[in-house]
């Protein structure tokens, strides 16, 4: 079974920033032909969709939530994906996922369109 590994979670001040990293545990897994998502779940609430990269085509596709403020970015020499946030608020605080499927444009949003995921990073934005 493949698997994700996230990095970069923490505390950080509403207004400030972090970059969140997801590379796959085992070499031998390459990104190359995959959609990578980042998705986000806060206590009480839905796994909900954050945004998304193609590895093939780097096209980009983001939650209005986020759009201006969270951009996603790939390192193919690393076979790593990077989410950038900026700008940072109170309601961003979530445990961020990393995930990889192969969507098609119409289902990059949807959970069940990726099959393989991370445990989980948390981000805690304090007001």
């Known amino acids: 079974q493949e698997q994700l590994v996230e990095s970069g979670g923490g505390l950080v001040q509403a207004g400030g920033s972090l970059r969140l990293s997801c590379a796959a545990s085992?070499?031998?897994?390459?990104?190359?032909?995959?959609?990578l998502a980042w998705f986000r779940q806060a206590p009480g609430k839905e796994r909900e969709f954050v945004g998304s990269i193609r590895w093939s085509g780097g096209n980009t596709y983001y939650a209005d939530s986020v759009k201006g403020r969270f951009t996603i970015s790939r390192d193919s020499a690393k076979n790593t994906v990077h989410l950038q946030m900026n700008s940072l608020k109170p309601e961003d605080t979530a445990v961020y996922y990393c995930a990889a499927g192969r969507p098609i444009t119409s289902t990059v949003r949807r959970a069940d369109s990726y099959y393989y995921w991370g445990q989980g990073t948390q981000v805690t934005v304090s007001s």
């Open positions: 085992a070499r031998t897994f390459t990104f190359s032909g995959y959609g």
